[in-house]
């Protein structure tokens, strides 16, 4: 049984997930989703990935403040290769009953079958902005001698697209290679009301002989909190009113001071 648990701060959602893999490779996955806010939650609509394929968990209408809810998942394929599986749950949600726009949380896991197995592909990732425009440096390594042929699937937090990077990639590494390229990166209406650090993920596979190899390589995204000039009026016509204020009575003040003199 292989336990996980993702939860940022900013974020409403706590997932936990538990693997358990039969002897003849079937995967059984028990998702827990908890509203670790401090209210409640609408919509919730959790997404399992495996490999290349997609499937819907059950919908959770509301959720309230500390409740948790379970879902079982036994549609994962059967693993067939001894070693490490990536693990990916995607829950949407919405923060209101009637907000027409829709949050994502993004958990990530993985599980072993027979025995855990160390992954020779590492890297690193890295957001840059350059003259306006986003787009990520993706860093490989193969530590090992051997050639690698490696998928790489990329996930983003909402807000953030890769159109050249919307599928799982092959990418070949010969022994001791490392490796870096470019991907683009488009910002959607959402990336407007998103402030804070947010993870980006690249998920690595790669098959060997009879095992199975997986790491994940995390990076971050930062955005900056943009200023909302109708949020803050009440606030910045009472500084100016303020200021005025004090700029009449010190101007009244050295007036009066000169008539006395």
């Known amino acids: 049984m292989t336990p996980s648990t993702t939860a940022f701060a900013d974020e409403a959602l706590t997932l936990a997930t538990e693997t358990t893999v039969s002897q003849d490779g079937a995967v059984h996955i028990s998702l827990t989703v908890t509203n670790s806010s401090g209210s409640p939650v609408y919509h919730v609509h959790p997404m399992f990935h495996f490999h290349h394929a997609m499937v819907m968990g059950g919908m959770i209408h509301k959720l309230d403040p500390g409740e948790s809810v379970l879902i079982e998942n036994d549609e994962h394929p059967p693993v067939l290769r001894a070693g490490n599986y990536p693990l990916v749950v995607m829950a949407q949600y919405k923060a209101g009953m009637n907000d027409s726009a829709s949050l994502v949380q993004t958990h990530t896991s993985s599980f072993y079958y027979q025995e855990s197995l160390i992954s020779q592909v590492l890297g690193a990732i890295e ?48 022994g001791g290679e490392r490796v870096s390229f470019e991907t683009p990166i488009l ?18 596979e790669y098959a060997e ?11 971050e995204v930062y955005f900056p909190p ?6 803050h009026w009440p606030h910045l016509l009472a500084i100016v009113l303020l200021g005025s204020a004090l700029g009449l009575y010190y101007n009244f003040r050295r007036k009066f001071r000169l008539t006395e003199i």
Do not use: C, D
């Open 209 to 219: 002989m009879l095992k199975h190899y997986s790491q994940e390589i995390q990076g």
């Open 127 to 174: 957001y840059v902005r350059e003259s306006g425009e986003g787009k990520l440096r993706i860093f490989l390594n193969n530590q090992s001698g051997s050639l690698k042929n490696v998928r790489l699937m990329l996930l983003l937090p909402p807000g953030l697209v890769a159109q050249e990077f919307q599928e799982m990639k092959g990418f070949t590494l010969r």
């Open 226 to 231: 943009i200023f909302n000039f109708k949020q």
């Open 187 to 204: 910002e959607t209406q959402a990336a407007s009301l998103m402030n804070g650090n947010y993870p980006v993920y690249l998920l690595v």
